[in-house]
């Protein structure tokens, strides 16, 4: 795995998992601001992480380790989605205490989610250097346009 690849992924998953850490935190305390804040710093920082695990990486996976656990990730990333588009939206404070245990919930799927995602890297660390190079390039083609999360179509917006 060229260091390049491997220290872009790892240091955008960090910066993921504080972020999602900061909101479950936030959300623990009812700071419904510092969670929306901190939503709206995730949609914009982690849309292309996003996009390019879900069109690059996960395919890549899936061919290692199966649609079914593959599958799964999708689900995750569209719980974490959910959660940043309910934070974003305004109207956090008018969820009901089921609304907000579900709001929770979700960041938690999504912080475990960022917290074991980063070890899957190993995966794809066999790759030639010119498919290494074609994924470095369709990254930085990703990262480039700078899309944000919440805009993203959940993978069940697309059945």
């Known amino acids: 795995m060229s260091t390049k ?18 909101i479950h935190q936030a959300l623990k305390k009812n ?47 569209d719980e974490g989605q959910l959660a940043v588009k309910t ?15 579900r709001l929770l919930g979700q960041v938690e799927i999504a912080l475990d989610h960022a917290i074991s995602c980063g070890t899957l890297l190993s995966h794809i660390g066999d790759l030639d250097p010119a498919e290494e190079e074609r994924v470095l390039e369709r990254w930085q083609e990703i990262r480039a346009r700078s899309p944000r999360w919440s805009e993203q179509a959940a993978r069940s917006d697309d059945a």
Not at 35 to 57: K, N, S, T
Not at 87 to 101: C, H, M, N
């Open 31 to 77: 700071d419904l601001q510092t969670a929306a804040h901190q939503a709206e710093v995730m949609d914009c920082l982690v849309g292309a992480h996003m996009e390019f695990e879900e069109e690059v990486f996960y395919p890549e996976l899936a061919t290692r380790l199966g649609d079914e656990f593959v599958s799964r990730l999708y689900d995750e990333h």
């Open 87 to 101: 934070l974003l939206s305004g109207r956090v404070a008018e969820l009901d205490d089921e609304g907000r245990t």
């Open 5 to 22: 690849l491997a220290q872009m992924f790892l240091d955008e998953h960090q910066h993921l998992t504080r972020g999602l850490y900061e």
